[in-house]
């Protein structure tokens, strides 16, 4: 794989750019694997670059019954922060968060991560309490976070609106080291490392089949044939359900639609991320200038990425309120995402009752932010049996009781 740099461009620039070699290989499925991945997205890509580069195993296969990135990972409004309230959370969505800061430099792939940071607007007393607990909770966990006034928050974000008819702005959670990258490159630049290590990204490979022998997995049924594998991993987001009837066990989520959608493109106003889960939205502002726009989960079970004008419409009567400049702006697009919600708003990073298979679901709304924590430690969990960062997101939580409640800090999406 040649690298990529400013004398790479510079080069190819003097050639027409006839010179650089594809991002990652069509590569056709061999008989067997170390490992086998389902699903191209963040996380399954993630998983299979830390399984190599941490433990060395690169006889792996990523299989994705559509394209590279076509799931939630290019279907999401790419926020990232690490400022929840339980410790397992923040750890895990801390590391995620720190890798991020360099891994433009690891994969030797621009993913445009731009550090602008995130408020989390309070606009009700009870939102005052819960914030400011979590910036004590953030303290001693060793993230950055603070509570910030209303004045604050009208320094970081002028266009917003303190006074509003409902509910008025009495401060934020301000992580001054969260923001956003870009999401397609996030899985490019995974996708590019892990080729370049031998293994196989399979696209229009869709698995209708999962093999087992004495309660052991022994390997999958595609549509481009059977494929054996040693291990396992299951990183499917909202189809995660179904992957674990196929394996023959079931899982304690709900797939539901979580829709979002960007403005026509307009000069830079708003260079953070707010957050106001009272009002049921979150914007910030795109590279292109686009104002990218998110709201709540529907309210039902569905599998949907066309998204819907009731939501849309519901999403942004809100926002209005707290920034009503964009009531003169017009939609440019709109799309859907299936997420995995859980009980307790909090993902699983599991063995399962099959064994050597393992699962890797329930992120909700926060799946984009996660990816390179979820990697790291769902590789650690496949090569070594346990990981730290995963102990307390195991399946067996539900039947013990040991629930990791992030409603509050997960409020937007749920």
Same mark, same amino acid.
């Given at each position: 794989?040649?690298?990529?740099?400013?004398?790479?461009?510079?080069?190819?620039?003097?050639?027409?750019?006839?010179?650089?070699?594809?991002?990652?290989?069509?590569?056709?499925?061999?008989?067997?694997?170390?490992?086998?991945?389902?699903?191209?997205?963040?996380?399954?890509?993630?998983?299979?670059?830390?399984?190599?580069?941490?433990?060395?195993?690169?006889?792996?296969?990523?299989?994705?019954?559509?394209?590279?990135?076509?799931?939630?990972?290019g279907r999401?409004?790419?926020?990232?922060?690490?400022?929840?309230?339980?410790?397992?959370?923040?750890?895990?969505?801390?590391?995620?968060?720190s890798?991020?800061?360099?891994?433009?430099?690891d994969?030797?792939?621009?993913?445009?991560?731009?550090?602008?940071?995130?408020?989390?607007?309070?606009?009700?007393?009870?939102?005052?309490?819960?914030?400011?607990?979590?910036?004590?909770?953030?303290?001693?966990?060793?993230?950055?976070?603070?509570?910030?006034?209303?004045?604050?928050?009208?320094?970081?974000?002028?266009?917003?609106?303190?006074?509003?008819?409902?509910?008025p702005?009495?401060g934020?959670?301000?992580?001054?080291?969260?923001?956003?990258?870009?999401?397609?490159?996030?899985?490019?630049?995974?996708?590019?490392?892990?080729?370049?290590?031998?293994?196989?990204?399979?696209? @229009?490979?869709? *698995?209708?089949? =999962?093999?087992?022998?004495? &309660?052991k997995? $022994? #390997?999958?049924t595609?549509?481009?044939?059977?494929?054996?594998c040693?291990?396992?991993?299951?990183?499917?987001?909202?189809?995660?359900?179904?992957?674990?009837?196929?394996?023959?066990?079931?899982?304690?989520?709900?797939s539901?639609?979580?829709?979002?959608?960007v403005s026509?493109?307009?000069?830079?106003?708003?260079?953070?991320?707010?957050?106001?889960?009272?009002?049921?939205?979150?914007?910030?502002?795109?590279?292109?200038?686009?104002?990218?726009?998110?709201?709540?989960?529907?309210?039902?079970?569905n599998?949907?990425?066309?998204?819907?004008?009731?939501?849309?419409?519901?999403?942004v009567?809100?926002l209005?309120?707290?920034?009503?400049?964009?009531?003169?702006?017009?939609?440019?697009?709109?799309?859907?995402?299936?997420?995995?919600?859980?009980?307790?708003?909090?993902?699983?990073?599991? @063995?399962?009752? *099959?064994?050597? =298979?393992?699962?890797?679901? &329930?992120?909700? $709304? #926060?799946?984009?932010?996660?990816?390179?924590?979820?990697?790291?430690?769902?590789?650690?969990l496949?090569?070594?049996?346990?990981?730290?960062?995963?102990?307390?997101?195991?399946?067996?939580?539900?039947?013990?009781?040991?629930?990791?409640?992030?409603?509050?800090?997960?409020?937007?999406?749920?």
């Amino acid at each position: 794989m040649k690298k990529y740099s400013v004398f790479a461009v510079a080069r190819e620039a003097m050639r027409h750019h006839t010179g650089w070699d594809r991002a990652w290989r069509d590569a056709q499925p061999k008989a067997r694997y170390d490992v086998i991945i389902i699903g191209a997205g963040g996380h399954g890509l993630a998983t299979a670059y830390y399984l190599g580069k941490n433990f060395g195993i690169t006889n792996v296969a990523i299989l994705e019954k559509g394209w590279l990135g076509g799931g939630n990972t290019g279907r999401n409004t790419t926020i990232i922060r690490s400022n929840y309230l339980q410790d397992p959370s923040a750890a895990i969505y801390e590391k995620a968060r720190s890798l991020y800061e360099t891994m433009s430099q690891d994969l030797n792939y621009n993913v445009m991560f731009s550090p602008r940071g995130v408020i989390m607007l309070a606009q009700t007393e009870h939102e005052v309490r819960g914030y400011k607990r979590t910036a004590h909770a953030n303290a001693l966990q060793g993230v950055q976070t603070e509570w910030i006034d209303a004045q604050r928050v009208k320094d970081l974000c002028p266009i917003i609106n303190l006074d509003g008819p409902r509910y008025p702005v009495l401060g934020g959670l301000w992580q001054a080291r969260g923001g956003t990258a870009r999401h397609d490159a996030v899985a490019w630049g995974y996708a590019r490392a892990c080729s370049d290590m031998g293994m196989d990204v399979i696209q @229009k490979c869709e *698995v209708t089949g =999962i093999r087992k022998e004495g &309660g052991k997995v $022994t #390997g999958v049924t595609t549509t481009r044939g059977d494929i054996a594998c040693d291990k396992l991993g299951i990183v499917v987001a909202g189809h995660s359900g179904h992957l674990a009837d196929m394996a023959g066990f079931r899982l304690p989520i709900e797939s539901v639609a979580l829709q979002a959608l960007v403005s026509e493109p307009i000069k830079p106003c708003m260079d953070v991320v707010v957050m106001a889960n009272t009002v049921h939205g979150y914007m910030s502002q795109s590279d292109k200038g686009e104002m990218v726009i998110g709201g709540g989960t529907d309210g039902y079970n569905n599998y949907t990425q066309r998204g819907s004008f009731h939501h849309i419409e519901e999403t942004v009567r809100a926002l209005i309120e707290t920034f009503p400049m964009i009531s003169r702006l017009k939609m440019l697009r709109q799309w859907g995402g299936i997420v995995d919600v859980t009980g307790d708003r909090s993902p699983i990073l599991s @063995k399962t009752p *099959v064994e050597n =298979i393992f699962i890797n679901c &329930g992120w909700g $709304t #926060g799946g984009f932010k996660a990816i390179p924590g979820s990697g790291w430690a769902m590789a650690e969990l496949m090569a070594k049996g346990r990981s730290p960062l995963t102990d307390d997101f195991g399946l067996n939580r539900f039947t013990e009781g040991r629930f990791i409640d992030e409603s509050v800090a997960a409020g937007v999406a749920h």
